[in-house]
């Protein structure tokens, strides 16, 4: 099984850094596990141009296609992603706007291999899930344009930094389970 694990955040040291390393570990035996951070692809803004319904490409030279590809690898996508004012971050934003060569809502699209799940993991600092909630909406709104099947969720509160994790990580552990048995 080929697994991606994604640090939508453009930290790569910081909480979520050390979900995606958890996830890593958990996931890893039996499996081709591979985890990048979306800072490391430079990502230019999209134009709003719409050549892109036309051709299934964008126009601009940047390291979306070479992300794309990645995801293409994976069978199965995680994606951990902070909290930035109550959504993704503004980096893994810009990705998503610039997957509308993908996106099934217009011909012609580029398409990824099918029969690929997602899981999504959300943290933040504050106390109330509402706000995990938000961002994993928008992540399964993404996977659902690119045809990647929703399969699990998970939102955790009350997460700063690395040290929050220490009592979390049992139900990190439980949730990787899910995504191996799914």
Known sequence: MNILIINCSPVRNGATAEIVKLVKDHLGDGNEV?????DDYDIKLCKGCRKCHKTARCFQEDDVTKLMA???W???IVSV???YWADV???FKVFIDRCTPWCNTHEPHAKLKSGKK???IAL???PSMPECERIISSIEHFNGHLEIASCGKFGLCGIEYKSDLEDKKEEIRDFCEK???S
């Open 74 to 76: 994976a069978d199965k």
């Open 124 to 126: 933040r600092t504050g």
């Open 179 to 181: 995504i191996l048995n």
């Open 34 to 38: 591979k985890t990048v951070c979306i």
């Open 118 to 120: 997602g899981y999504t």
């Open 89 to 91: 971050p503004g980096q």
């Open 81 to 83: 992603s902070p909290s």
């Open 70 to 72: 990645t995801y293409d």
